[in-house]
């Protein structure tokens, strides 16, 4: 919608999102993927979605069943290993490089077809989940800063 671009170029112009905006086709959408353990009634199974979010929508409206997509979803043990992660985020990545291409929607308000971007540009996630999609160790290990490498100092 043209009116969204105005506001996030006049209100955002300087802001890391104002500029992917300014970079990408006007018939794009971005996202945001999120992930985190769930658990379910049997105590030796959790479940961790893979979900995107939709940027453009207004922002309670991003977390509306009818407005989330799933990714994925892995059955683990109470945590899954980072390889088993970097699996599934390999499987999704595939289908987003596939949808930053664009794929064709019928578009009923305006009675055709039209080809839509999707950019995914950030995942927001706690530190455990965030360690395990950067397949990075945790915050908390001895070599925790994915950053600076240093060893961690234990403090009683």
């Not at 009634?41 to 991003?62: A, G, Q, V």
């Not at 499987?91 to 950019?119: P, V």
């Amino acid at each position: 919608d043209l009116l969204f671009y105005a506001f996030f170029f006049t209100v955002h112009p300087n802001t890391k999102y104002g500029e992917i905006l300014r970079d990408i086709e006007n018939n794009a959408f971005t996202m945001i993927i999120n992930s985190d353990g769930g658990s379910t009634p049997n105590k030796y199974l959790s479940l961790w979605p893979f979900i995107l979010t939709l940027n453009e929508l207004p922002i309670p409206e991003r977390r509306y069943l009818e407005n989330i997509l799933v990714a994925g979803i892995m059955p683990t043990g109470k945590k899954p290993t980072n390889s088993v992660v970097q699996t599934c985020l390999n499987l999704i990545y595939e289908q987003l490089i596939q949808l930053e291409f664009g794929q064709e929607f019928f578009i009923n308000d305006i009675d055709q077809r039209k080809i839509i971007h999707f950019y995914n540009i950030a995942s927001c996630t706690d530190k455990p989940a965030a360690a395990l999609m950067e397949n990075v160790v945790q915050y908390n290990a001895g070599y925790g800063c994915p950053k600076c490498f240093h060893a961690g100092m234990h403090i009683d």
